[in-house]
Each structure stands twice: as structure tokens, then as C-alpha cells.
């Protein structure tokens, strides 16, 4: 069983850039696919970003492709959500979850297994 500890979060102005880590402790990290997930008050939980064992292929939502990066660091133990251009529509808990994944290229959207606590991203107007 793996455990996601996420940092990072807080308040920023629009406009402005937070980055976001999961550390990961546990059995071998790069056994698993990663996701960044959002939950806003009154929302529905957003699969925001995923990325592969390998760490070559990611994907994104389409309210977040071209302003946030997902990358992760086998060696570390730790995936990263670089978050730029920052909106008030960003505003949300945003948690990291991770899948075992048997082929290293594969993006999981579902069915995460082990989840994060949870880090608030707040982003003033």
C-alpha cells in the first residue's frame, strides 16, 4: 500500500503560480500511475492531470491543458502539479491518487485506489 502526503497549496492572486507535490512513501512508486484531482465546494471531484509510470505521457482536462504541468520524479518518490496563470475558478481541494498500472505508458482517468488528504488551493480575484 502506498501513502500520498501533498504540499504546496495556499493563497495566491490571479494570475499567479503555485506548484503543487505528492510524496509518495511506500512499495516502489513507479509502479503506479499518478493523478491530480480537484474538488471545488458544491462540485463534482475533477480529474485535472494524469501521468503514465514512465512519466512520457500525460493528459489533462480541458480547463486546465496549457496552464498546468504534471511531471513526477521516480527517483523521489513524488509527482508535481505545476499550476500557472492561476484563476478563481481553480479554487478547490486538489489531491493527488495513484493506480497500479502493469503497462508503464498507460494514462489511468478511473478507479484510483490510493488517495492523498488533500491540499486547498485558493486563488483571490
Known amino acids: 500500500q502506498v501513502q500520498l502526503i501533498e504540499s504546496g497549496g495556499g493563497l495566491v492572486q490571479t494570475g499567479g503560480s503555485l506548484r503543487l507535490s505528492c510524496a509518495a512513501s511506500?512499495?516502489?512508486?513507479?509502479?503506479?500511475?499518478m493523478g491530480w484531482f480537484r474538488q471545488a465546494p458544491g462540485k463534482e471531484r475533477e480529474l485535472v492531470a494524469a501521468i503514465s509510470r514512465s512519466g512520457l505521457n500525460t493528459d489533462y482536462s480541458g480547463t486546465v491543458r496549457g496552464r498546468f504541468t504534471i511531471s513526477r520524479d521516480n527517483a523521489k518518490s513524488t509527482v508535481y502539479l505545476q499550476m500557472n496563470t492561476l484563476q478563481p475558478e481553480d479554487t478547490a481541494v486538489y489531491s493527488c491518487a495513484a493506480r497500479e498500472a502493469g503497462n508503464p505508458e498507460v494514462i489511468i482517468t478511473r478507479d484510483y485506489r490510493y488517495w492523498g488528504q488533500g491540499t486547498q488551493v485558493t486563488v483571490s480575484s
Open positions: 511506500g512499495p516502489t512508486f513507479s509502479r503506479y500511475a
